[in-house]
């Protein structure tokens, strides 16, 4: 069993080499190992579209392979999608034992790739590192069982839990070390959304300046259309824009939009996009997952609405000591304390001299 892990670790490892290049598809590694024992192959699904991961570590052997062992986080697939079912392949190539992290909730495998193998005589050992592999997956699950975009919100805060002064002076709160961390949960993703709110005061281009890094797709709530296209976060056009706009909208406002920049409608209610609805639209869109970088206000309600769904909160050893200084999560009246919104453990992370915790819901 304590091999297994080993192998199953690499997996996860050589999977999440290809982070933020296969949505909608998992994050998926694999490792082989012949009839002794001895490693052989690995492969891992590197983009959308491309090869599987089983299929990558099966084709770079010819013989070899036969009587061995194929390690892989996702249960393989038994369906004709971009590519052939690798549970044929497995088969095929004469494959004795799989081991696998978890079944994958895609209701077109969800237990069959299992069965076709079990079927042709392959011993099969499941959940091995179960809760890493369901970690490592947790968007496409999350795409797969809810027809849902995965939701995650960033933060920087000071000790305090303040995000801005009360003049919203922000500026920065975390140190560069943790801000080049950012670029990498950017790179994860694949949109970014903020708030008019946010452009007009610190004018981002939320951009992912990781070397090889990807940039995500922008989403701006401007319920008003207040931003100013001379704004950074519309000067390329390599990746998408959109606008998300109050359904309601003088339709003269809509037509000075630039053309690389898309346009959503969302109807609102009480000054406020029905973030439901968006989402929904995002998802419709092809957006898997999405990473918030605004302010307090719009991660309160996100939080309040139950929809988010991890938080990246970075925290400086700084103090504001001010209670007008704006909260990283804002909206809430509570008397009591049974009435807080409770998350659970995932992580800290030291990035000297911030923290970076992580939160899932
Ligand atoms: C695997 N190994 O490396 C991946 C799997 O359209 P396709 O052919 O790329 O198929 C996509 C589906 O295949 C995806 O939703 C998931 O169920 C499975 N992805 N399966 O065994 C892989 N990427
Ligand atoms: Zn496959």
């Not at 598809?25 to 694999?30: F, I």
């Not at 249960?75 to 081991?99: F, Q, S």
Request: glycine share 8%; charged share 25%; proline share 4%.
């Amino acid at each position: 069993m304590k091999n297994y892990e080993k192998y199953m670790k690499q997996c996860i490892k050589l999977a999440r080499k290809a982070d933020g290049r296969t949505a909608p598809n998992p994050l998926v590694g694999c490792v082989i190992l012949d009839k002794s024992g001895k490693e052989i192959s690995t492969g891992y699904h590197k983009e959308y579209g491309a090869l599987h991961a089983e299929a990558d570590a099966l084709n770079k052997l010819g013989n070899e392979a036969k009587g061995g062992t194929l390690i892989v986080n996702l249960e393989p697939c038994c369906h004709w999608g971009k590519t052939p079912p690798c549970a044929d392949l497995i088969i095929k190539k004469g494959i004795r034992k799989l081991v696998i992290g978890m079944r994958d909730p895609n209701p077109l495998v969800a237990g069959q790739g299992v069965e076709k193998c079990k079927k042709a005589g392959i011993e099969v050992i499941e959940n091995i590192l179960h809760d890493e592999a369901v970690k490592l997956n947790e968007v496409f699950i999350k795409n797969m069982t809810k027809n849902e975009v995965f939701v995650a919100i960033k933060t920087a805060t000071t000790l305090d839990g303040k995000i801005a002064t009360k003049n919203g002076s922000s500026q920065w709160i975390t140190s560069p070390r943790a801000r080049k961390e950012v670029q990498k949960i950017r790179n994860r993703y694949d949109a970014i959304l903020t708030t008019s709110s946010t452009i007009i005061k610190d004018n981002p281009s939320m951009k992912c300046s990781l070397q090889g890094g990807k940039n995500p797709v922008r989403i701006i709530l401007d319920r008003e259309l207040k931003t100013d296209f001379s704004s950074k976060i519309y000067s390329s056009s390599d990746e998408k824009v959109y606008i998300v706009v109050d359904e309601a909208l003088d339709e003269v406002k809509t037509l000075a939009i630039p053309t690389h920049v898309a346009v959503i409608k969302c109807p609102s209610d009480n000054l406020k996009l029905d973030l439901k609805y968006l989402f929904k639209k995002l998802f419709e869109l092809n957006i898997s997952s999405v990473l918030i970088e605004a302010g307090g206000k719009l991660n309160g309600e996100l939080v309040s609405l139950g929809l988010a769904d991890k938080i990246y909160q970075f925290m400086a050893p700084k103090i504001l000591g001010d209670k007008q200084g704006i909260n990283a999560f804002e909206g809430r009246n509570i008397g009591e304390i049974c009435n807080t919104l409770n998350f659970k453990f995932e992580h800290i992370y030291a990035h000297a001299p911030d923290i970076l915790l992580i939160y899932s819901n």
